[in-house]
């Protein structure tokens, strides 16, 4: 079988969420300005001592239900974080310790806020060279755990939750082709600063730096396939901001009601937010068999990727 497929999804978000007007009650900002400038309504927040190898464990069952897998099936995890609660032993192999299995690889990857778009090149092309035949790929973010409450400029942007899906060979192109790449250049423009913990962001520039990129992308991606902008059903973009997701979708002449929203309710998941969004858009009866979506993703790295995938 030459080509690899999605055929499973699955995701997961903690209970507790905070509304804009949680927000407005500990920094000055207001609902108004966040929903204007970032489309985000609310996000969900871990519960005390929950981790994201917690919710990644969520996900995958999740995801294996939905494929009609167990975790034994399984030859190959790949975790896309950068929220672990441990540096090592990485996530993907603590979830192998919770679902007893073994002797199969098991990384985490961390490209930020493409990490899952990373991590989908990485199974595609063992899935077609033969070496795995059921991966699970998750993204998953404890991004709470990195946010300075007191910094108005960020604590409004991020949520906590995971996403999976299960990948296995197919006669026909599901994942039709992924694209990847970065750039260290813009480090200082948005980073974890390991002093304070917490997270720093040039938001404004971050943003212009971002709009072009993915613009960019998207006819990368179009080009490689030498197809047309009609040929996308649905735009699946990383969920950072409801502007950007918008000024990528009128690049493709796409509307609205054509994009998977799902920002105003997670906020910015980070690796998690991809397939967080593709999960709920085909539960929400959006995404059906056979379409085409295009994803893309823009981080911290800076880094930035596509897939284009047959569902
Ligand atoms: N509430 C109220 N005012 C706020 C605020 C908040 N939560 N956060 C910032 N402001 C203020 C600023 O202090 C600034 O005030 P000033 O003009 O008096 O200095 C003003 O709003 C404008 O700030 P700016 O940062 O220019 O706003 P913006 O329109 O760029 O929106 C972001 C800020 C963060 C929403 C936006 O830049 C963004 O989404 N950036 C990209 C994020 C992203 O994609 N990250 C990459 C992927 S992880």
Known sequence: MKYSR?????SYLPEKVLTNHDIEKFVDTS???????????SRHIAADGETATDMAAQALQRALENSGKTAQDLDLI???TCTAHCRFPSIATQLQNIYKVKNFPAFDLNAACSGFIYGLNLVDTMVRSGQVRCAAVIGTEHMSSLIDWSDRSTCVLFGDGAGAVIVEPSNEAGIISTHIHADGAHMDLLYHDAASGKIVMEGNKVFRVAVKTLERI??????????????VDWLL???ANL????ATAQK?????????ITVDEHGNTSAASIPLALDVGIARGQIKRGEVLMMESFGAGFTWGSALVRY
């Open 252 to 260: 493709l002449d796409m509307t609205e009601e054509q994009v998977i």
């Open 243 to 246: 502007r950007i997701m918008l």
């Open 78 to 80: 790949i975790v896309a």
């Open 237 to 239: 973009p990383h969920q």
């Open 218 to 231: 998207v006819d990368e991606t179009l080009d490689a396939n030498k197809l047309d902008r009609s040929a």
């Open 6 to 10: 999605i055929s499973g999804t699955g």
């Open 31 to 41: 609902d108004e300005w966040i929903q204007e400038r970032t489309g985000i309504k």
